[in-house]
């Protein structure tokens, strides 16, 4: 799964390696949102999707999710400008 190729990376890749433990927590993190929206829609009646609403959750859930979808940023944006020369 993700974890396992997360934990992989770790160890080969230098970027991947320093961000590594906080991929694994912010992933862990936005997973546990989707499976809390997909349980509620299931005990609702409705069919489970992978749409999480930002406005349903607290203001800590909102505060949390920025900050992981920003550390995926900040590693994607590392490694396309580490591999830049290889990627043009």
Known sequence: GTIDRLR???????????????????????MLLR???????????????NFVDPSALSALERKTAREAFGLVAKVQNLVIERYRASIW
């Open 8 to 30: 992989s990376l770790r160890e080969q890749h230098t970027i991947v390696g320093r961000y590594g433990e906080e991929l694994e927590q912010a992933f862990e993190f936005l």
């Open 35 to 49: 499976i809390h929206h997909q349980h509620a829609r299931v005990a609702a009646g409705l069919a489970p999707d």
